[in-house]
């Protein structure tokens, strides 16, 4: 049945020189990375060989979301488009005469975005919501425009389920009646990002979430096309593991010959009970088998979400199977804290709702470690994954990352502050993507996003640069050719450095940031500090180790917790070119960046702070919710190979 459907169908004054440099205000020749075969896009004004910075969400929700629906959210595709590039939205709750009663709108446009709403539920929503449908009036169908949350859990179950399969009052005993109702919402969804659409000036992808989560466990991955090619989105109802998804989406996408390219992003591993990145293989027999599997899956998901409105996904301290120091960085913005199991080897059940055991493979940080040894095993690293940042607002809201303004993600279901000062305290605004790429094109964009030039932010827009090599000059930072230079005789992040040549000491790497701008009503928190994370794996066994490289984990600065104004020193920009110093050259190694802001308000002080003191919930004098939060941006990584 899919398979015919699919037939069918205002700035701070920065140091010049580093401002410059970071933002490849300067001339020479980098070729650029090639586009798709037979592009169109046009040349933009500004389109640089040495790339330029864009911000955007590749995980937004609308309508079209069976939990975003069941929250009251009514923003259309079209809107959320709309809202990225500036203009105002009115959420839930509405009053009587169904007008939203909240205005919200993003403190600076996005240049690009994706519309991710769940697969699952594309037809059955629309049948539910359309009264001449043939199986509106089914019982399903009623407790969803209800609101009754048991509709909600009559849908998400079947995510969760051994073999998932649509209800049948909706429906119909054969799915057809929600398989034809999927085409116009697809059809739609395809239309409102064609409109958006600007080249040069936005970019909207085509896009869709598909929602597996056997046992509870959380594998959600969003597919993002890079064009208009595109096929019926393959959703858990026909392939229920990761294995059978990427098949399929090579199979009536990669394979068909239409101009359809796309590439999945796992996202929320951190509620997956070690589910997400799991080592398996399955029907292998042999190291070959594993080896193409592994490379398989490297190629189909080349970046993974490491930050979002759920919490953050890079690390987490006092879990097994990795030999380090404890990185204090790791208590970052959790959604679950201790005690809880630890999974080990294993995997648990239950993720999504805060159960089961928690893994090291829940994180990024792990992921990449198990890469390495597998690596070191079978020859490939099936988890080589560059690094972006999202919202997965169910608003129809992308973008909408500001502490100062949060007011939740989850429509009607957090739309007052004891509910987002009380069960859903663990969540917040989200996160960016940073993407260096030539222009503001489909192409251009999504072709960065394949080799991993990006970065991810925790919903700040510092701009974060690494790049690695082997011969960097120490005074590259003060070079008015730093880019030339570092592309020339280095790789950006994403990529493995090059073979070591004869004589040469250790990797290193060019790092540069400047902290985020903001706007003339708030403007954005000076940097702190850099620092760069390594992996490495010695017989077998995962190693981290943490370096601060630049700025001051000293500087003293703070946040007066009562006004939100910030307190104490900090860089507009920070420059720096480190070696390894405990490099072996026999060891495969990956390092990435972290850039940390100074302390500032976390969303819950700014909305406690304009609360009646006897309108206050508990969370606001609770000593173990965070007061402050460090914004910071990750690097996607760059990986050393030992010669064989």
């Not at 040495?50 to 809107?79: E, M």
């Not at 990956?590 to 700014?606: G, H, Q």
């Amino acid at each position: 049945m899919l398979r015919s459907l699919a037939r069918r169908g205002v700035q701070h004054a920065l140091p010049v020189l580093v401002a410059v440099t970071l933002l490849a205000g300067c001339g020479g020749e980098v070729t650029p990375s090639p586009s798709a075969a037979g592009s169109t896009e046009p040349a933009c004004a500004d389109r640089n060989p040495l790339r330029n910075l864009y911000f955007g969400d590749l995980h937004v929700h609308t309508i079209y979301s069976f939990d975003a629906y069941v929250w009251d959210t009514r923003t259309t595709p079209d809107q959320a488009y709309e809202f990225a590039r500036g203009t105002p939205l009115q959420l839930p709750p509405f009053d009587a005469n169904g007008n939203g009663t909240r205005e919200v709108q993003i403190d600076r446009p996005l240049d690009f975005t994706a519309v991710t709403d769940h697969s699952e539920f594309l037809g059955e929503i629309e049948t539910c919501m359309t009264p001449d449908s043939p199986t509106y009036n089914s019982a399903n169908c009623q407790l969803l425009r209800s609101g009754n949350l048991s509709g909600y859990a009559n849908l998400g179950f079947q995510m969760t389920a051994p073999t998932p399969h649509r209800l049948k009052d909706i429906c119909g005993s054969d799915g057809s009646i929600c398989l034809a109702a999927l085409m116009p919402v697809w059809t739609h969804m395809q239309a409102a990002a064609a409109a958006a659409n600007d080249p040069c000036h936005f970019t909207s992808f085509v896009a869709y979430e598909y929602s597996r989560s056997p046992n509870g466990s959380t594998r959600h991955r969003n597919v993002i096309f890079r064009n208009e090619h595109v096929i019926v989105p393959v959703s858990a109802f026909e392939e229920s593991t990761p294995q059978g998804l990427w098949q399929e989406l090579k199979h009536m996408c990669l394979d068909a010959g239409t101009g359809c390219d796309l590439l999945v992003i796992p996202h929320n591993s951190n509620e997956s009970n070690g589910r997400m990145f799991q080592i398996e293989y399955p029907g292998a027999v042999t190291d070959d088998d594993k080896k193409a599997q592994a490379e398989f899956r490297a190629s189909m998901e080349p970046l993974v979400e490491i930050y979002q409105h759920k919490g953050d996904s890079e690390c987490m301290n006092g879990l097994s199977g990795i030999v380090g120091a404890t990185d204090e960085q790791c208590d970052f913005e959790k959604r679950r804290t201790a005690p809880f199991p630890d999974c080990g080897d294993g995997t648990g059940t239950l993720g999504a709702v805060d159960g089961g055991c928690v893994s090291r493979l829940d994180f990024v940080r792990g992921a990449l470690l198990a890469g390495l040894q597998q690596e070191d095993l079978i020859g490939a690293n099936p988890y080589r994954l560059g690094f972006v940042g999202d919202t997965d607002t169910h608003n129809g809201t992308p973008g909408f990352t500001n502490e100062r303004t949060f007011v939740g993600h989850q429509g009607a279901n957090d739309a007052s502050p004891s509910v987002l000062l009380g069960a859903n305290i663990h969540l917040g605004p989200g996160a960016l993507t940073g993407v260096w790429a030539e222009q503001n094109s489909r192409d251009s964009l999504f072709d960065a996003l394949r080799r991993k030039e990006t970065f991810a932010t925790s919903g700040t827009r510092i701009s974060a640069r690494a790049f690695g090599g082997w011969s960097f000059p120490a005074n590259l930072c003060g070079d008015a050719h730093f880019l030339q230079t570092a592309y020339a005789e280095g790789v950006p992040m994403g990529s493995i450095l090059p073979p070591r040549p004869a004589g040469s000491a250790a990797p290193t790497l060019a790092i540069s940031a400047l902290r985020d701008p903001g706007t003339a009503d708030q403007l954005g928190t000076p940097l702190q500090r850099i620092q760069v994370i390594k992996g490495w794996v010695v017989n077998g066994e995962a190693h981290q180790q943490v370096y601060d490289v630049a700025g001051n984990a000293q500087n003293a600065a703070s946040v007066d917790l009562t006004t939100c104004a910030p307190q104490g020193p900090g860089a507009d920009a920070l420059c720096t070119v480190w070696t390894d110093p405990d490099f072996e050259p026999a060891q495969r190694a990956f390092y990435y960046v972290r850039v940390l802001e100074n302390p500032s308000c976390r969303w819950s002080t700014w909305l406690c702070n304009r609360l009646p003191s006897d309108q206050q919930p508990p969370a606001c004098s609770d000593p173990t919710v965070p007061k402050t939060i460090q914004e910071r941006a990750w690097t996607s990584p760059i990986w050393y190979e030992p010669a064989t």
